[in-house]
């Protein structure tokens, strides 16, 4: 049985343990999940259910499909999809 849908499990509810925010560093996230940082790449990028992009320093940071179409400005969806983060 593969380990990913519980890891995957493991992120969001870390994600969902931490305050609430648009974007959450991986950092943060492999702190509360107890998973390794290439463990949470694997999930992330293997999911539907993360999008990911960099923060103002170009440092990784990931967020939910949902939160990100709820919460995410149009215009940044945008500039997302020619940056190939596309929802």
Same mark, same amino acid.
């Given at each position: 049985?593969?380990?990913?849908?519980?890891?995957?499990?493991?992120?969001?509810?870390?994600?969902?343990?931490?305050?609430?925010?648009?974007?959450?560093?991986?950092?943060?996230?492999?702190?509360?999940?107890?998973?390794?940082?290439?463990?949470?790449?694997?999930? /992330?990028?293997?999911?539907?259910?993360?999008?990911?992009?960099?923060?103002?320093?170009?440092?990784?940071?990931?967020?939910?499909?949902?939160?990100?179409?709820?919460?995410?400005?149009?215009?940044?969806?945008?500039?997302?999809?020619?940056?190939?983060? /596309?929802?």
């Amino acid at each position: 049985m593969s380990t990913e849908p519980k890891n995957e499990k493991r992120i969001l509810d870390a994600i969902e343990s931490l305050p609430a925010a648009q974007w959450y560093k991986i950092e943060d996230i492999a702190q509360r999940s107890k998973l390794s940082n290439p463990e949470i790449y694997e999930v /992330i990028n293997s999911s539907d259910d993360f999008v990911s992009s960099t923060d103002d320093h170009m440092q990784p940071v990931v967020t939910t499909r949902d939160r990100f179409r709820k919460t995410e400005p149009f215009f940044r969806k945008i500039v997302g999809a020619f940056k190939n983060r /596309i929802d």
